[in-house]
């Protein structure tokens, strides 16, 4: 493509998909919102509206087989993700799907055989802390054995404020997959038992949750614990801490000036995601233009989103079973 724009496809204009329209329009060199797709079309309309007029598509299948679209953003129900995604593949171009790549291991194995089956990388998974500063610092640290051997991985996701339908399933597939993400990419092995625990939000849901903890173990013998706190009554954070051999690495605390008045120092913490992730949203969002542009593929791949569903499917059958389970992967292929 070189340098080219790259003419991009929205489907899903909620709030992560308005925030990645946004970006591609506003912030991103070298990309262009051209079409967007929502069942509520007057959300659409509203997005289009801020895209200079970008075209409202009636049907997914329309965006996707545009000719003016290059690429597709898939910011749709997660439940949708992976028929969406195996639709842009097969017809041939870019797609970056918001994670979960897919609701079930089944589903995540479906998008691994259409791009397989292309026999090149199409597809990227929107695990934005890849672009944080403060996840790739830590990373670095310890990939440049700053610790020695990685001894154990915890990390902390505190979401402000409670979702009252939100189920242990639902809080492993939407929210601490972002932590087993970050996990299998901070850690140098693969994941090979999962172990949960759980706070229900209500008694007389049991399986509601409002705080949970997964309990990694990985190939290599290191350990994890991955903690969502989904109710925290003060704002949205995400934590994460390295034990090694020689020292500690701990991500820094998200940049907000020390306010010292009326005898105290206060420092705000950001309110939820949007602004915690908004330049990581961004960098995400050039890296991939970026790759479009140059014919190449980056970041968190479709296998790692097939890898974050079979971590979340082992965590989702110790949630029935009460016991740690063990993964049950595929062999990498040599693709990724
Ligand atoms: C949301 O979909 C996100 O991706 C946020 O990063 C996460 O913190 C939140 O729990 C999810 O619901």
């Known amino acids: 493509m070189g340098s080219e724009t790259i003419n991009v496809g929205v489907i899903g204009t909620g709030a992560i998909g308005g925030i990645h329209a946004e970006n591609l329009m506003r912030r991103t060199i070298g990309a262009k919102v051209v079409a967007l797709m929502d069942i509520d079309r007057e959300r659409a309309?509203?997005?289009?509206?801020?895209?200079?007029?970008?075209?409202?598509?009636?049907?997914?299948?329309?965006?996707?087989?545009?000719p003016d679209v290059d690429a597709v953003l898939v910011a749709s129900t997660d439940a949708s993700h992976a028929e969406i995604t195996i639709a842009c593949i097969e017809a041939g171009k870019p797609v970056l799907c918001e994670k979960p790549l897919a609701t079930t291991v089944a589903d995540a194995e479906r998008v691994l055989r259409a791009e397989l089956?292309?026999?090149?990388?199409?597809?990227?998974?929107?695990?934005?802390?890849?672009?944080?500063?403060?996840?790739?610092?830590?990373?670095?640290?310890?990939?440049?054995?700053?610790?020695?051997?990685?001894?154990?991985?915890?990390?902390?996701?505190?979401?402000?404020?409670?979702?009252?339908?939100?189920?242990?399933?639902?809080?492993i597939t939407n929210s601490l997959i972002h932590d087993i993400h970050s996990a299998r990419?901070?850690?140098?092995?693969?994941?090979?038992?999962?172990?949960?625990?759980?706070?229900?939000?209500?008694?007389?849901?049991?399986?509601?949750?409002?705080?949970?903890?997964?309990?990694?173990?990985?190939?290599?013998?290191?350990?994890?614990?991955?903690?969502?706190?989904?109710?925290?009554?003060?704002?949205?954070?995400?934590?994460?801490?390295?034990?090694?051999?020689?020292?500690?690495?701990?991500?820094?605390d998200h940049p907000s000036p020390a306010l010292r008045h009326s005898g105290s120092v206060t420092r705000a913490i950001t309110p939820n995601w949007p602004q915690r992730f908004a330049q990581a949203y961004i960098d995400e969002a050039q890296d991939w233009i970026n790759a479009i542009q140059g014919n190449e593929a980056t970041g968190p791949s479709a296998w790692d989103g097939y890898m974050s569903l079979v971590v979340a499917d082992?965590?989702?059958?110790?949630?029935?079973?009460?016991?740690?389970?063990?993964?049950?992967?595929?062999?990498?292929?040599?693709l990724y």
């Not at 082992?314 to 040599?334: F, L, M, Q, W, Y």
């Open 117 to 171: 089956a292309t026999g090149r990388r199409l597809a990227q998974v929107g695990f934005m802390r890849e672009y944080d500063q403060a996840h790739k610092d830590l990373y670095d640290l310890l990939r440049g054995g700053a610790i020695g051997a990685a001894l154990k991985i915890r990390s902390l996701h505190v979401n402000p404020r409670f979702v009252r339908e939100l189920t242990i399933d639902s809080v």
């Open 185 to 252: 990419w901070i850690m140098p092995s693969e994941v090979e038992s999962a172990y949960v625990q759980w706070v229900p939000a209500d008694q007389a849901r049991p399986r509601s949750a409002r705080l949970a903890d997964i309990q990694l173990v990985f190939a290599d013998g290191a350990i994890g614990s991955l903690e969502y706190n989904g109710d925290s009554g003060y704002g949205y954070e995400v934590k994460v801490e390295v034990t090694g051999e020689t020292g500690l690495i701990s991500t820094a």
């Open 314 to 334: 082992a965590s989702i059958r110790s949630a029935n079973t009460g016991r740690p389970e063990r993964i049950v992967a595929s062999e990498k292929p040599p």
């Open 45 to 66: 309309e509203a997005v289009a509206a801020a895209c200079d007029g970008a075209r409202v598509s009636h049907e997914v299948s329309d965006l996707i087989a545009d």
